[in-house]
Structure formats: structure tokens, C-alpha cells
């Protein structure tokens, strides 16, 4: 049989078309690329774009003087929204169709704008500060009436973001909530914008596989709590607000979606903890395919942050507040429960804060879904009363007004003055002034300044008092810190140190000899933190050392391995006075072993030096006034300093038990902390 088609012919075909096909290419590529001018090169391009985005640097620790870390950093990846990226003819359906997957996997997607969910539409009740700054930017940057209604603005939206008349009213809010956001983060010059924070990899894959233009996934760090407790010290972290960036934060290489401390520990020690942010290039071709990811700067972790925190002490104060405020409440009418305390502990001879708990606290890994609630509260659980909370002493000030006395000559170790139970020294001017001991009608008869810390006794105070200089008595309080920071680094109030130019200042009165009586035993004017009477009672038990409070051991760099920082403990000055504070010290060891609180130090396993407090809050009921309690121990070699004050809670003597709590776990004993099955609390 004849064959048309030969191997021979059909190769040489082959090559004849191949040769074609070059040649063919080779014109192709030099007319549209070699000898390409600008336009044509610009049309190449246009379709390819390179974005630099930041690599947010790992957070530093938080860990506390036994290397437990308290808080810590995980990887986590965030759902952003390139404004500019999203293609205009299809940027609503792209935004609904992202939403309805976000709200299908169960992922909270950031939506401030304060109008509720559905028809009929109105503005949310709890608006908070910032979402209403960012509806007036809104407002003025459109040139709409601040008047205008929640339903208005909605059918104003939907007509300038150009929905379709068939997409559903509550699709409609969906999306406008979205573009709400873009049009903020626009206005201000940021983008891109954070659509969700901390997805999981379901929601990522998702993106992934859609390939939304505009839309892409960006690495970052989430805060990891790894306990419940010290929430008033760690703080919390938030995003930057536009104010803090453009005072602050922008100065300082932040990004302008960076996390920064809000509070406490995190706040306090933020450009150490921070770390600094990374730059990445992404470069994306048509429909936003990322093509190359250069990273142009590696990001640094942050420094970590060793605290004089014991946690495990920590959770013994916080509990055993807790346990023994509810105790005292259990018995007690809505109008008269307890609002609040706080516990402080502190190492006598260095000045580190070993515990320092406020009453009621909160959760920082929820505080994102509780922060609203919490600022509702009218107990004010944010509020750090150790550090923030100004009280009375009551009689924990009696040392002061004893010390004064004896430096001033006014008493000495062996005066002795009669407890007559009703201090009758200004009946003759007054008929209506006769302050009272608080064993009236009792009496207590001859006491020395040993023995009257023991009785807490006000008849020989008041007369301290009234016959010394009352500017004596404020110096004594500035020479032990009362009434000023303690150096502490955290937040902290000065408190009130009660004086006639106070008084003038404040009342626009005069200074009256009754104010001074009633100083003598802590209830006048003066107003001080827990953590000043805890620093004001450890300066007792030293000898008369002051010392800057410091909750700080030391900052380490991100591997450990240097020490960056580290607090001196110096002494700061001496008290005057020194050789008297022995007597001091007796009477307070006696107030344990023999007087208001030896009902649970007397047989103690260490010896304890201490001294209650009852602030009247109330001339009609004596459940409203404030306990407070001082104590140090051991008392022949003291090593720890604590304070409590509990709003309502009667007096120092009801509330002892809890530093009794501390001094168990601390000296290796097991607490007296119980709670009964129904949550009732067991003495």
C-alpha cells in the first residue's frame, strides 16, 4: 500500500512550524517588552503591586520572683482588609459574603458602628467615648447632620456605598458596619483594617481557598494569661487608640494597629515589653495572588519583666480577702455589705512588694467581652485599691501620734496617764465636746505609751495629741511617707495628709484643737493607701529605714540572658526618733500576744507585732465603719509587712484573719482559707 504521509516529511513539518512559532515569538516579545515604551511597561505593571506590612515583634513576659510565668505571648493571625484592594464593582458582595462566613465559623469580626443590629435601627445605648468621636469624625467628614437619626444614616449609607435594592435590611447593616470601618481607618489614614482578630485555622483556610482580593491573613502575637490572679497589677493590653499614636506612639516606630499596655505592669513597663515590629514587603498581581513575600526587617521580641510578685502568696491574699469579705456579708442587708478591700504585703528589709491584692478584682483573659460591664459596676472592680483607695488608719496611726509625743518631750517611756474613760478636758469651754475611749463606760486607768498600743487606748492619745504641736504630728507622717507616693511603679495616690493648711485650703476653716484630738487616733483628715501603712509599718519594724516601695525584681533582655535593669533598694532617710521606736514595738507585740489581737496571734507559731483599726464611717451603724489592720513578722526578726483595710468590715479585729491567712502560707503552714460545698464560708 502507497503512504502519502512519510516520518521523514511529517519531522520536517515539525521543525518548519517550530521555526514559525519562534520567530513569531520573538517578534511578539520584542515589540511588547524590548522596544516597549513607558505607557506600554506601565500597563505591565499595573496589575502587580507590592504592599510593606508590619511582623508585629513577640511581647516580653511577665513572670514573678520564682520564675512562674504569669503572662506570656502565643502566635496567633489576623483577618485584614486592604481598603484600596477591593474591587469597587463587587466590594459589597465580597464584605457579605466575608461576614456571613465570619458569623458561620463562630469569629468575632470588629464592628464599632454604634447602631444596632436590626430594624428598627436606632444608636446603641452604651456607646462608649470612642465610637463617639468616630461617629462625629463621620459625621463631619460627609458633611452630615450630627441630628440625623440611626434609620436616616442607614438609608444614607446604603445609597452612598450603592447596595442593591435587593440585598436584605439586615444584610444591608452587615455590610455597612464593614465599610464603617474601612471608611474610618481611611479618614485617619489607616489601612489596612483589622476585620478579626485571633482566627483559627478553619477561617483561615476558608480565606485561603476564596482568595478575596484585598483580603489577607497577617501574623501576630496574642497575650496569654497563664493565672486568674494579680489582674490589678499585670494589667491588660489594648489597641492603640488614634490619640495615644499621634501623642506618643507613632514618635516611638509603633504601628498604627500595634497592642500596647493600658494598665498596670503592661502599661507601666510598655517600651520594654513591646519589642520592635518587623517589615515585611508583599508583593500581589491580578486579583491580589501574592507573587513574593520579602521580609526587609526582622522583628526584635520585647524585654521580660521579673516581678517581686509572689503569685503563690498573691493567691493567698486575694482568696482569703475574698473568702472573708463574704463571710462578713453573708449575715449582712444589701445597703450595708462590703464594697472593697485591700491586702498589701511587703519584705521589710528590701522594700519589695511580695503580694498586693484589691477587692473586686477581674478576669484579664475576658476583660475584651467584660470591659463595659466592669466600668459599670458600682463596687468599681478596675479600681487598684492597694495602690489607689484612700482611708482612715484609725487607730493603726497611734504609733505616729505615740512617737511624736515621745520625740517632742511631751511623754516618756515611763509617763503614765489615766484612762478615765471620757475625755473631759474641754467641758468647761465646750459642754458638747467629751470625746470617749472606746471602752466607755469602761475605763482602762493608768497607762504608758507601751500599754496604751495594746489597749488602743483614745483617752491617752487624745491627750498626746492635745497637749503637743498638731505640725509635729504631720512631720512624723512625712518622715515615715505617709501621705505620699510610695515609689511603687505602679499608678498610685498620694492620699491626704490632714494639716491646718490643708483644712484652709480645702474647707476654707480654721484649725480647731478638736481636729487635733481626733488625728491622735487616725480619724481626722488624714487619708492614706494600703501600701503606704504597708511601707509606714515595715519602716517600724526595720528600725526606722525607709525604703522606695518596688515591685519590680528586674528586666531581662528577650533570651534571659542580661540584666537590663534592676531597682537598688536603698534606704532613702532614717526616721527621727529611732530609740523610741522599740517602745513602738513592745506595745505592738503586746497588741498580739495580749490585747486586740491575740484572739488569733497570741499562741502563733512566730512571734507578731500588730495594731487594729476601726474607722467610724457612720455615727448610727457600726457594721458601715472600715476595718483596718497592720501587723510585721516575725516581731524578733522581722521579714514581712502587711496591711488591710475592708470597706465595712467593722474593724481591724475582723478582718485579722486574713493576714493570719498570709502568715500561714508565708511561714509554711497551711491556710485557713474554707469554703463549704454550697459556697458558703466556713470561719
Given at each position: ?558 533570651d534571659f540572658t542580661t540584666v537590663l535593669e534592676q531597682p537598688s533598694h536603698d534606704i532613702i532617710r532614717t526616721v527621727e526618733g529611732t ?105
Amino acid at each position: 500500500m502507497h503512504k502519502f504521509y512519510k516520518p521523514s516529511r511529517i519531522a520536517l513539518l515539525f521543525v518548519l512550524l517550530g521555526i514559525v512559532v519562534a520567530v513569531y515569538l520573538a517578534a511578539l516579545y520584542k515589540m511588547q517588552i524590548y522596544d516597549a515604551g513607558p505607557d506600554d511597561n506601565a500597563y505591565l505593571a499595573r496589575n502587580v503591586s507590592t504592599q510593606e506590612v508590619t511582623l508585629t515583634a513577640d511581647r516580653g513576659d511577665i513572670l514573678d520572683r520564682n520564675g512562674n510565668v504569669l503572662v506570656s505571648t502565643r502566635a496567633a493571625y489576623n483577618v485584614m482588609i486592604s481598603r484600596d484592594k477591593l474591587p469597587e464593582d463587587s466590594i459589597n458582595d465580597i464584605l457579605l459574603e466575608l461576614v456571613v462566613s465570619a458569623v458561620d465559623f463562630g469569629v468575632n469580626y470588629n464592628d464599632s458602628f454604634p447602631v444596632t443590629p436590626g430594624a428598627p435601627f436606632s444608636y446603641v445605648l452604651d456607646m462608649t467615648t470612642s465610637q463617639r468621636k468616630h461617629l462625629d469624625a463621620y459625621f463631619a467628614y460627609f458633611g452630615l447632620d450630627p441630628q440625623i437619626s440611626a434609620s436616616d444614616l442607614i438609608v444614607w449609607m446604603k445609597e452612598h456605598y450603592k447596595l442593591d435594592y435587593t440585598t436584605s435590611i439586615s444584610d444591608v447593616r452587615l455590610v455597612i458596619g464593614v465599610r464603617y470601618e474601612l471608611e474610618l481607618f481611611a479618614v485617619v489614614g489607616l489601612d489596612p483594617y483589622v476585620f478579626a482578630n485571633d482566627v483559627g485555622i478553619d477561617f483561615i483556610t476558608l480565606i485561603k481557598d476564596k482568595d478575596y482580593p484585598g483580603v489577607s491573613i497577617n501574623p501576630t502575637a496574642k497575650r496569654v494569661y497563664y493565672t486568674t490572679y494579680a489582674a490589678h497589677l499585670l494589667g491588660y493590653i489594648g489597641k492603640v487608640s488614634a490619640e495615644e499614636y499621634a501623642d506618643k506612639y507613632k514618635e516611638l516606630g509603633y504601628s498604627y494597629n500595634a497592642m500596647v499596655g493600658k494598665d498596670g505592669i503592661e502599661r507601666v513597663f510598655e517600651e520594654h515589653l513591646h519589642g520592635t515590629d518587623g517589615k515585611q514587603e508583599i508583593t500581589t498581581g491580578e486579583g491580589g495572588v501574592i507573587i513574593d513575600e520579602v521580609t526587609t526587617k526582622e522583628p526584635v521580641p520585647g524585654d521580660n519583666i521579673i516581678l517581686t510578685l509572689d503569685i503563690g502568696l498573691q493567691e493567698v491574699c486575694e482568696d482569703s480577702l475574698s473568702a472573708r469579705i463574704d463571710f462578713i456579708n453573708a449575715d449582712r442587708v444589701e445597703e450595708n455589705l462590703v464594697t472593697g478591700g485591700a491586702v498589701v504585703v511587703t519584705a521589710v528589709k528590701t522594700g519589695e512588694v511580695l503580694a498586693s491584692a484589691s477587692y473586686p478584682s477581674y478576669d484579664l483573659s475576658t476583660i475584651g467581652q467584660t470591659f463595659n460591664d466592669l466600668l459599670d459596676n458600682p463596687n468599681f472592680p478596675m479600681l487598684n485599691r492597694a495602690t489607689m483607695g484612700i482611708y482612715n488608719p484609725g487607730s493603726t496611726f497611734k504609733m505616729i501620734t505615740a512617737l511624736t509625743g515621745l520625740k517632742s518631750g511631751i511623754i516618756t517611756p515611763t509617763t503614765q496617764i489615766e484612762c478615765t474613760g471620757i475625755y473631759t478636758a474641754w467641758i468647761e469651754e465646750d459642754s458638747n465636746f467629751a470625746p470617749t475611749c472606746w471602752i466607755y463606760p469602761g475605763a482602762h486607768g493608768n497607762e504608758t505609751v507601751v500599754t496604751a498600743l495594746r489597749d488602743s487606748c483614745n483617752y491617752f492619745f487624745y491627750t498626746v495629741a492635745d497637749l503637743g504641736n498638731i505640725n509635729d504630728m504631720v512631720d512624723t507622717c512625712i518622715d515615715f511617707g505617709l501621705g505620699s507616693k510610695t515609689g511603687i511603679e505602679l499608678p498610685e495616690k498620694a492620699g491626704i495628709l490632714g494639716s491646718p493648711e490643708y483644712k484652709m485650703e480645702t474647707l476654707e476653716e480654721q484649725w480647731y484643737p478638736a481636729d487635733s484630738i481626733y488625728t491622735g487616733i487616725g480619724q481626722s483628715y488624714n487619708h492614706f493607701t494600703p501600701i503606704q501603712l504597708a511601707n509606714y509599718v515595715a519602716t517600724i519594724a526595720n528600725g526606722g529605714s525607709v525604703r522606695n516601695l518596688t515591685i519590680l525584681s528586674n528586666i531581662r533582655s528577650s533570651d534571659f540572658t542580661t540584666v537590663l535593669e534592676q531597682p537598688s533598694h536603698d534606704i532613702i532617710r532614717t526616721v527621727e526618733g529611732t530609740e523610741y521606736l522599740p517602745l513602738l514595738q513592745e506595745g505592738m507585740e503586746l497588741v498580739a500576744s495580749d490585747g486586740t489581737a491575740a484572739s488569733v496571734f497570741k499562741d502563733y507559731m512566730v512571734p507578731v507585732a500588730a495594731k487594729t483599726g476601726t474607722v467610724q464611717t457612720s455615727t448610727d451603724n457600726e457594721t458601715l465603719n472600715n476595718g483596718v489592720f497592720v501587723c510585721y513578722a516575725p516581731a524578733d526578726d522581722p521579714e514581712i509587712a502587711i496591711a488591710l483595710v475592708v470597706e465595712k468590715g467593722t474593724s481591724g479585729s475582723t478582718i485579722m484573719k486574713i493576714a493570719r491567712d498570709v502568715m500561714d502560707y508565708y511561714f509554711g503552714r497551711s491556710t485557713s482559707i474554707f469554703v463549704a460545698q454550697d459556697n458558703t464560708i466556713l470561719p
